[in-house]
């Protein structure tokens, strides 16, 4: 069992102005996903991309968009967000706070 703050984990720094923490991995004992926390702040965004592999998000914090195939669809806290695989997606903090959500992946082979 692991129990502990997300502040804890050392922050990677994706692009200027967002953050990600990995604070269950598999060095954890964690056999299938990966827990990752972001924190986006005010007028940045994460890289816009696509993979192989689903998304589940859940937003903590802040107020942003996801931007899709489909255009942009607001997200505040309390949001869930799926990502189907190879899906072209990004999260912008269009909000004057920090944008901060749960990411879960499947741990990658």
């Given amino acids: 069992m692991k129990i502990a703050n997300y502040a804890d984990t050392e922050p990677i720094e994706e692009l200027p102005g967002v953050l990600k923490r990995e604070v269950i991995t598999a060095y954890d004992g964690a056999p299938n996903f990966c827990m990752?926390?972001?924190?986006?702040?005010?007028?940045?965004?994460?890289?816009?991309?696509a993979h192989?592999?689903?998304?589940?998000?859940?937003?903590l914090a802040g107020e942003g968009v996801v931007e899709g195939a489909g255009g942009e669809t607001p997200i505040g806290p309390?949001?869930?967000?799926?990502?189907?695989?190879n899906?072209?997606?990004?999260?912008?903090?269009?909000?004057?706070?920090?944008?901060?959500?749960?990411?879960?992946?499947p741990l990658q082979e």
């Fill in 87 to 105: 899906e072209h997606h990004c999260f912008i903090n269009t909000g004057g706070e920090t944008l901060r959500f749960i990411c879960l992946i």
């Fill in 78 to 85: 309390d949001s869930v967000v799926f990502i189907a695989p």
């Fill in 52 to 59: 192989d592999w689903e998304h589940e998000v859940f937003v």
């Fill in 36 to 49: 990752r926390v972001f924190e986006v702040e005010p007028g940045s965004s994460t890289p816009s991309h």
